[in-house]
């Protein structure tokens, strides 16, 4: 659990040197925030660089298929087409991947990619959230639900 009460920024992430890791990659918040729609070159970069050296799928909560598939295009990397949401671990059936290789969630939410990594038994990577002036009011409100329940993880957990 203790995992799942630290925060990453995206070159904490980096070293790491994930090397031979299936990842499960998040997109809001992640690699853009939910109001924007262009993934920074830095990011794009660091996709890249983990993109050598392991598996990437994109599982993504997003509402948009379109928004989902334009950024499955851009990165190259296929996305997981379930119809499910995270933390859902009927999502993992849907994903041919090497089960030799360890799993990595990256995401920047407790309540959907925290516990979809503690479920499946991955490591989670919860990210410092990449926000927007433009993200809507309705995913702010998730936002500061899920951080209060961060918040609370932390304090239990993190000792
Ligand atoms: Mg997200």
Redesign the pocket.
């Known amino acids: 659990m203790h995992q799942l009460c630290k925060k990453y920024s995206w070159q904490d992430i980096m070293s790491l040197q994930l090397n031979n890791h299936t990842i499960l990659l998040?997109?809001?918040?992640?690699l853009m925030a939910h109001g924007e729609d262009i993934i920074s070159p830095i990011i794009l970069k660091n996709i890249e660089m983990l993109r050598k050296n392991n598996d990437i799928y994109i599982v993504?909560?997003s509402l948009s298929t379109h928004r989902i598939i334009k950024t499955s295009t851009a990165l190259k990397i296929p996305w997981v087409d379930s119809g499910l949401k995270k933390p859902s671990i009927r999502i993992l059936s849907f994903i041919k991947y090497d089960k030799t290789k360890p799993l990595v969630v990256i995401?920047?939410?407790i309540l959907?990619?925290g516990l979809f990594a503690y479920r499946i038994n991955a490591k989670a990577l919860l990210l410092n959230?990449r926000v927007s002036q433009k993200d809507p009011l309705v995913v702010r409100v998730t936002y500061l639900i899920d951080d209060t329940i961060y918040s609370l993880c932390k304090f239990f957990f993190a000792r």
């Open positions: 998040d997109i809001d918040g992640v993504s909560n995401g920047d939410k959907t990619d959230r």
